[in-house]
């Protein structure tokens, strides 16, 4: 026999056996041994052929095997559980059932891609098991692999269309990739089949908070903690949208609260010590935030914003030392970095700031985003200080416009135009500006101030308020508050005085003001 007729014969013989022409395949390979008794496919494709098939019930482990891997499990000795299992998937490797118990112990020690290779197995083998989908999808979106997971969950959503926690997990995942009215309506298509979802309750709020409608989500939060009144994350967000309503003895309310469920609850600790900043109480937000330090001495973002509050306080050196505590723990923490070498050089440390100065072209530009107003002495380069300016706004508002502010058909007899800072008092701000203010032609324009700064009665701000059209006190105002209160003003030009410096409030500038904004 020739060596192609060998090869034709050999491929032929293979597809007798996919097609379950079984002697025909046996015949083939005989012949092929008769003439080459060599052959190493012949043999292996004969051998494979006469081996004994295995009945349903021998692909599938005894029950008491798979018994006692659920009883491992549920004494949490997952380890045991992933060795076991794997053995027994070589030794059956069709029993789905063994794979998903691999891929849920996996994921239970953190092993992500071993957990999703696992669930992979199972939706091959059971094509039709809607859990298999969606935990597939869970692993994917753990691994930053949003797209293919939506593909997983929908896929869930195909074979079970009732499935409410594929929808509260597709929804996760369209929350990560920033699609947040998506999300939302697979939120509440997930609630629709399950009311008290109180996990689905308190990502929807997570999504209304992050589009700056706080009030829906703080009835999202409150929801979530009807059904499960010990949520501490949801009290702990709640506590956050609070706060981004300036209302900071509610927050640490409910702050407090979340601590009482969970007395080692660092998170709540730190917002509780960022609440009472606000206030203006820094020796209580240094005791909290040292509360949480006690738990976690390496907790970063708690030596950081421990700094923050020593700098506020004059205490520069414990600033400078409690930054270097927080980059010990995170060496590529850049707010810290960046607060470091402002600080480097306002108090002249000049040899310090001089070990640290390679930092500073990346931070805001090459990094996640960074205070782009303490770079202004550092390089004398604006296109750098456009860049970070843009990332520094794209990480800190990532908001959609929810207003077309379209363009009058008729020009209007006087524009209309907002001042927004927290400075309209005795402060530098109101020395530079005062004569604008009133020098502005009343014929042409009508002047509003919109102030979220302290409410001092002094020269200045009375000298304001004489001088413009409509004065509004704005600081107890959240921010969706305050852009609701500057578009029924219908305002045609809304001006920012406060940049990128302390005290400023650009939330409701991302949101949108006035069809012309400036900063």
């Known amino acids: 026999m020739a060596k192609l007729s060998v090869d034709q014969a050999l491929l032929k013989a293979k597809a007798h056996a996919q097609k379950g022409e079984i002697e025909d395949a046996k015949n083939l390979y005989q012949i092929v041994l008769q003439a080459f008794p060599q052959n190493e496919q012949a043999q292996q494709g004969l051998a494979t052929l006469n081996k004994p098939k295995l009945s349903a019930a021998a692909e599938i482990p005894p029950q008491e095997i798979i ?304 205070p782009p107003f303490r770079f202004l002495s550092f390089e004398d380069a604006p296109e750098q200080h456009r860049s970070r300016s843009v990332n520094y706004v794209r990480r800190k508002f990532s908001l959609e416009r929810v207003v077309d502010f379209r363009k009058s058909e008729q020009v209007p007899k006087r524009l209309k135009v907002g001042y927004f800072s927290a400075d309209f008092h005795n402060h530098a701000t109101m020395y530079l500006m005062a004569q604008i203010f009133e020098r502005h032609d009343k014929e042409q324009f009508d002047i509003y101030a919109y102030s979220y700064g302290p409410d001092k009665q002094d020269e200045m701000r009375k000298r304001l308020i004489e001088n413009v059209d409509v004065f509004h006190d704005v600081r107890e105002m959240s921010d969706m508050q305050i852009v609701e209160q500057a578009r029924s003003e219908q305002l045609d030009i809304a001006i920012d005085l406060k940049g990128f410096t302390k005290g400023a409030r650009l939330a409701p500038f991302a949101h949108g003001l006035a069809s012309v904004q400036i900063s």
């Open 67 to 370: 018994n006692q891997l659920i009883n491992l499990y549920n004494q949490e000795k997952f380890a045991e559980v992933v060795d076991q299992a794997q053995m027994l998937t070589e030794q059956y490797p069709k029993a789905f059932l063994i794979w998903n118990i691999l891929g849920v112990s996996n994921k239970r020690l953190g092993q992500i891609k071993a957990a999703s290779e696992a669930f992979k197995k199972v939706t091959e083998l059971k094509p039709n098991d809607a859990l298999g989908f969606n935990s597939f999808g869970v692993t994917l979106k753990e691994q930053g692999k949003l797209e293919e997971a939506i593909r997983s969950y929908a896929k869930a959503l195909s074979l079970n269309p009732n499935y409410a926690d594929a929808y509260n997990n597709m929804g996760n995942a369209l929350n990560a990739l920033g699609k947040l009215d998506e999300a939302i309506a697979s939120y509440e298509k997930a609630l629709s089949l399950k009311p008290d979802y109180t996990s689905a309750y308190y990502s929807m709020g997570n999504a209304l908070k992050a589009q700056g409608k706080l009030e829906e989500a703080i009835a999202s939060y409150e929801k979530a903690l009807f059904f499960k009144p010990d949520y501490v994350d949801a009290y702990n967000n709640l506590g956050n949208a609070l706060q981004d309503q300036s209302k900071f003895g509610d927050a640490i309310e409910v702050y407090k609260k979340a601590v009482s469920f969970k007395p080692n609850y660092l998170a709540a600790y730190v917002n509780i010590g960022n609440a009472l900043r606000e206030q203006g109480r820094l020796e209580e937000a240094i005791a909290s935030y040292e509360q949480a330090l006690s738990f976690n001495p390496c907790m970063e973002v708690a030596h950081n914003n421990l700094g923050v509050v020593f700098e506020e306080q004059g205490k520069l050196d414990e600033a400078l030392a409690s930054y270097e505590q927080a980059l010990s723990s995170k060496p590529d923490y850049t707010i810290v970095q960046s607060q470091k070498l402002h600080l480097q050089a306002h108090i002249c440390d000049w040899s310090s700031l001089d070990r640290d100065r390679s930092l500073i072209a990346g931070l805001g530009v090459l990094t996640e985003g960074v």
